[in-house]
């Protein structure tokens, strides 16, 4: 499988990625439509986390060699994700990627909401080319050059993919916030590796992990993060009722320890004003 997906890549490259922006007029009836798979279902309800609906949020079905891999809430106002979500399962050792994309297509559909098509024809392009307007309404790799203290953080991270191309999928600047270099590499790392194979590996793993942001801009374009965080949902594969769940939140810098909290602590503490301030849940209080 691994091998299949490397080749693709090489030989495919030009035309592999192809995210799916969903249009907010679909989007308002059916949340992120052809890609519902990577949210939890409790009781086999689909749950989404809540979804901003102001014109600025784009619901986004991440495809690569034309399967779907995850999705992302994205903020093409601030440039950076509010979460991707993801189904966790397993993880093997994958070859990490040393370029980035971005997505033509949030900046196209951002210029014309009047189109109304699920799918659009355009790829990932690397980050470091570009195409013309394409830094309006989404990140750079221009914007993280020569960083010192941030860097691009994954919300879906390549530890806990499963296959070359899922690892590949995640390499897209949407899928990526700035985020404090030793934090990334040290407690975030070690609090959101391992706990899903010790407690979901005979069940289903859903993962949310987003981030709240901030005040401060990275090249005085894209928002900094003030925090980072991330909820987990595990299910039964047999009666999809939850067995473990729990999440995580920590300021986006290195300095404290990272507890495992209970999904409601998690929602309360994202609704309050000293985070999105409005009224906010993961998993819709069912796991």
Known sequence: MQLTCLLSFIVLLPALVLPEVIPPQIAAHTPFVNCNEFFAKPGGIVTFPTIFNQNQ???IC???NNMYEFATLYNTDDKIPVYSAYLYRGNEVCDRKNTWYIEPQVSLYHVTP???????D????NSNIGVNGAGEHQALNTDYKNQTEYERGHLYPVFHTFQQCTVNATYTLTNAAPQDRSLNRGKWRVATKTFLDAHCFSGFAYVVTGVV???GKLNNRVIIPSFFWSAYCCLDKTSMKPTYSGGFITPNNNQRD???ITVAQLDQTLSDQNHYNTPFSVFRNRC
């Open 57 to 59: 949020y784009k619901q």
């Open 62 to 64: 991440q495809k690569y």
């Open 114 to 120: 009047q189109n109304n098509k699920q799918d659009f």
């Open 122 to 125: 355009v790829s990932l392009v």
């Open 213 to 215: 942001p901030g005040t």
């Open 258 to 260: 990272i507890p495992n």
